[in-house]
């Protein structure tokens, strides 16, 4: 028995399984319909010449001292399952039930074909692989590959035998590991990512306080209608541009301005597939790439399309090189990098139909229940039909519908943006649709709404946090309280406060940047009944110091970065909301709404201006 490591895609996809055991994150699944009456016995000969052929179907997974190995059988002839449906509605409710079956990575076989039958007497299979032995470009090859066996035993065609296996990939990786050209690609990589970008994410607009995580996903679908494709491929090809690259720029100015990062990774699959024979040998080719995004919002759109097309053609000169080892040697510098990135973008024209074919036929590929990445947005075409579909899957502990609905619709405004004018500059274009702001101005400036005229904004505050006090209430960076904590901290500095002498009608500066602290602060102070007066880090000092002094300030909150621009020590040091002390109950002082909240030194000409405004 010949024993082979895994090759660096199947490393990366064992790593996942690892973290994401007993779930169905590595499953591929997949349809192929036949549009004609057929002959299921006969199909099940065409899928077993399909698996003798192909050498990754016989890959079997063992641990021997702590590594893992493969090693490859011939796979017995097989009496698949064989299935009677009413139609193809069932047939895809069959088959999103047993793409939610979990792989034994131990077990002999890694893929499961289930054959069916319709009313109409049209029939196919329902495909489930496990990754570490299939990828895109495997699919495509399951739907061309049986689909012509089918088309020759119909026939009493030969079929041929193929003289290449994965075998082959995994010496020639093994050639490649040992070579300068490895080397070369090792240095690309880790000067591309000597200073490591922040994490992009999607926010969420909806409110999740999820205690565990699991990476339970979803699929949201959507068609890109031909009409529309046809004035993109009409832009890409005048400008000698890629489609995938095109819609690369479209998601990296969206991930950008929602994330409010100039500088980020967007990840993106690589096929890995560098010659003939390569394309046409089924297995686990997939190489995952960081593509390093850098956003100017002086260039035109145009010119964006262009620099990502640079840099896709300098990440594919150097794709070999493995993401799980990049991450590896940028580890040594942060120890705490997760990923570079969180949002993984895929563009595959998987010609998993082959158009010369006189069989007609049609394949689906289905998403599994568990991904990895927060979302994974698919851009696909298996049919080679003029349409485009979008699948966004995405794991509902982070997102919900309405946050992939929202998404897609301010992508297509996009869109539209630049194909009407491609000259736009990326900070012209506008992420908000129509409806978005009309929504904006005239519903949420409408603010005339009806509250009890007898409560506070404090005593609207504190209810809410007793209605929903698990709720997230306020997000900066990666820090996030919930209503309960805000509450229970706010009333904590509160506290320490009045200790301080902070007494109702007493005036009270913050001099803090924006930050978790800085919103405590407030409501500490309003809690206190004491008037809350903003002093903004980058006002001059006799500024600050004219206004602490104008408003007759009992106290100052700051932080050890700014308290050197006082020229008092009235004030009261804040340098991590951590070391405020929570507490459940606070007897705050009787408040009422037409006491004054705050005070606000506007820039008149005197620089003396004063405004008011009250706890309503």
């Not at 000698?240 to 100039?262: C, E, H, P």
Request: proline share 2%.
């Amino acid at each position: 028995m010949n024993y082979y490591e895994l090759t660096n895609p199947q490393k990366a996809i064992w790593s996942i399984e690892q973290f994401y055991k007993g779930t169905n994150v590595n499953n591929i699944c997949g349809t192929l319909t036949i549009k004609q009456d057929v002959d299921l016995s006969l199909l099940n000969k065409a899928v077993n010449l399909f698996v003798a052929n192909n050498a990754s179907f016989g890959i079997n997974i063992i641990q021997k001292d702590d590594n893992v190995l493969q090693y490859f059988i011939t796979q017995d002839e097989e009496d698949f399952e064989k299935v009677y449906l009413k139609d193809y509605r069932e047939v895809q409710k069959l088959a999103n039930e047993r793409c939610e079956n979990v792989f034994d990575l131990s077990s002999k076989k890694l893929y499961k074909f289930i054959l069916f039958k319709l009313e109409n007497g049209h029939g196919g299979f329902i495909i489930l692989t496990h990754h570490i032995i299939s990828d895109a470009g495997t699919f495509g090859l399951i739907g061309t590959e049986i689909a012509e066996n089918y088309r020759k035993l119909l026939g009493n065609e030969e079929i041929e035998k193929k003289d290449y296996s994965y075998i082959d990939y995994i010496n020639s990786e093994k050639e490649y590991m040992a070579s300068s050209k490895f080397s070369k690609d090792e240095d690309y990589w880790t000067n591309l990512y000597k200073e490591i970008p922040e994490l992009a994410m999607l926010p969420s607009v909806s409110i999740k306080n999820n205690s565990s995580f699991t990476g339970k996903a979803i699929r949201k679908e959507y068609i890109i209608d031909s009409s529309l494709l046809r004035k993109i491929a009409d832009f890409c090809k005048r400008n000698k541009v890629s489609n995938y690259n095109f819609f690369m720029a479209i998601f990296s100015i969206y991930l950008g301005r929602i994330s409010n990062l100039r500088d980020f990774a967007i990840g993106t699959p690589i096929l890995n597939r560098a010659n003939f024979k390569e394309k046409h040998t089924t297995g686990m080719f997939i190489n995952t790439a960081s593509l390093k995004i850098v956003l100017d919002e002086k260039l035109s759109f145009l010119d964006f399309v262009k620099q990502i097309s640079a840099s896709s053609l300098s990440m594919l000169r150097y794709q070999k090189y493995p993401y799980e080892l990049l991450l590896q040697n940028l580890r040594k510098l942060d120890n705490n990098l997760p990923a570079l990135y969180d949002v993984m973008l895929s563009y595959q024209v998987t010609k998993a139909h082959d158009k010369n074919s006189t069989l007609p036929y049609e394949v689906e590929w289905l998403g599994t229940s568990t991904i990895s990445n927060g979302i994974y947005i698919h851009l696909h075409d298996n049919n080679d039909e003029e349409s485009l579909n979008i699948a966004y899957d995405y794991q509902i502990e982070k997102y919900e519908e309405k946050d992939i609905v929202f998404m897609h619709e301010r992508i297509l405004n996009i869109i539209n943006q630049v194909l009407e004018n491609e000259n736009l500059l990326e900070s012209d274009i506008e992420i908000l649709t129509e409806k978005e702001k009309n929504l904006i101005l005239h519903d949420f400036n409408d603010t005339k709404l009806n509250y009890p005229k007898n409560m506070t904004i404090i005593d609207l505050f504190e209810t809410q946090a007793s209605r929903i006090p698990h709720n997230t209430a306020l997000v900066y960076d990666e820090k996030t309280l919930t209503y309960k904590e805000l509450n229970e901290k706010a009333n904590g500095l509160a506290k320490m406060l009045m200790s301080k002498g902070v007494k109702p009608k007493d005036v009270v500066g913050v001099l803090l940047p924006r930050s978790i602290e800085f919103v405590i602060s407030i409501w500490a102070i309003l809690k206190c009944g004491a008037i809350y007066m903003p002093l903004f880090t980058d006002y001059p000092n006799d500024r600050l110091n004219y206004m602490i002094k104008n408003s007759n300030a009992k106290l100052v909150l700051t932080n050890d970065s700014f308290k050197n621009k006082l020229d008092n020590n009235s004030f009261f040091t804040i340098n991590n909301y951590e070391n405020i002390r929570t507490s459940h109950m606070f007897n705050k002082p009787f408040i009422t709404p037409n006491d004054i909240a705050y005070i606000i030194y506007t820039s008149g000409s005197t620089r003396k201006t004063k405004r008011c405004s009250n706890y309503k």
